[in-house]
């Protein structure tokens, strides 16, 4: 199972399951504690977050930026060919699996109630939904 939450809800432990950080960034004074794993390549870029933020793009362009950058392996691939784990390469199956077996719960630093979010979207990639 894959549930969302912000960072800042309440933790749960026996309802949480594994608690990831799908954030860039972690967060001043952000104790680890707060979560079991930080994976900050699954938060949008600085540069699309603060686009959204101020209005200088919709919800609907974020989504779609944001999707793309997160199957796109190909422009690192090339700017780095040793590494072969770019991007989401076994990231996502590694959650799609886990979230098979456990119950998984994305974390970010939005509000509970806060509907454009990323971690609304990871579910539906992992769920094959999007």
Known sequence: MI???SVFSAIEPRKDGLR????RFRGRGMPASR???????????????????????GWGEFI????????????????NPTIKN???TFTLPL???LGNRTTLTL???CSEDEPHC???????VLLGKV
């Not at 990831?20 to 954030?23: H, K, N, Q």
């Not at 949008?44 to 603060?50: F, I, N, Q, V």
């Not at 930026?65 to 690192?76: E, F, G, N, P, V």
């Open 86 to 88: 770019h991007c989401q």
């Open 107 to 109: 974390l970010c630093h």
């Open 20 to 23: 990831i950080l799908v954030a």
């Open 64 to 79: 779609r930026r944001y999707l793309k950058r997160l199957h796109d392996t190909d422009t690192i691939k090339q700017r």
């Open 118 to 124: 990323h971690r609304h979207l990871l579910p539906k």
């Open 35 to 57: 979560y079991h794993v930080w994976m900050a390549n699954l938060g949008p870029s600085e540069k699309l977050l603060r686009e959204f933020q101020s209005g200088l793009i």
């Open 3 to 5: 549930k969302t939450k």
């Open 95 to 97: 959650l799609q699996t």
